[in-house]
């Protein structure tokens, strides 16, 4: 029960990363705020929750939207009174090309959900969070914040971008005892590998060569980036704030 007694928010919770931490987040003692723009998605996360004998609620979401955002923030203190954690998780790949092939508005879309979601998400949970005298915000970047991958620019600037504002309001905040730090995913076995596009021959040919970067010789599970959130999240980081952390079986060695 590490995270007994907190409120947690954790967005793009429908699925993937998301959906395992608030799992665990939920089996460790907080009640979590499953945020998810797809309403099915997010109620099945709760479902399951509850079905396990925890405490979750539904909030829809659209992270690039600040009144979305706001009352995600006030579900969580209506229903439960406060927020202790700010999970900004949710994200998606957009479209892949040399850049001079990108159109604005793809890369508008990325940048809105990768980057701008996350500064939303951490605008609003930062008031709540003062007023009861701190709290933990973790934000879901990437290695591709720090590598870059062929035909993946906007991607790789949203999570580069990430890392920053990370660090920066790890900065801001630390003396008023609200820690922010990030979590740098490899590939994952997450629904993100089937929205690769290009039909499942594409997929399996993307799988393979993301294979031959981890020096581990997997891809990781959603519930190893789950535990590093929990940890995160828990009184057992009261002294990490301002920290990417990699969980990439080894990516940024090679």
Partial sequence: MRLKDKVAIITGSGSGLGRASALLFAKEGAK?????????????????????????????????????????????????????????????????????????????????????????????????????????????????????????????????????LTKATALDYAARNIRANCILPGVMETPFLSKMGGGPDRIEQYRQIALRSEPIGRFGQPEEVAQVALFLASDEASFVTGSAVAVDGGMLLV
């Fill in 32 to 164: 979590v705020v499953v945020a998810d723009i797809v309403p099915v998605d997010g109620e099945e996360t709760v479902r399951r929750i509850r079905g396990n004998g925890g405490d979750a609620v539904f909030a829809q979401v659209d992270v690039t939207k600040g009144a979305d955002c706001e009352n995600m923030v006030k579900v969580a203190v209506e229903k439960y009174g406060k927020l202790d954690i700010m999970f900004n998780n949710a994200g998606i790949l957009g479209a892949a090309g040399p850049i001079a092939r990108i159109t604005e508005e793809q890369w508008n879309q990325v940048i809105s959900v990768n980057l701008t979601g996350v500064f939303l998400g951490t605008k609003y949970a930062i008031p709540e969070m003062l007023q009861r005298g701190g709290g933990a915000i973790i934000n879901t970047a990437s290695v591709g914040g720090i590598i870059p991958t062929r035909f993946g620019a906007p991607y790789c600037t949203t999570k580069a971008a990430v890392i920053q």
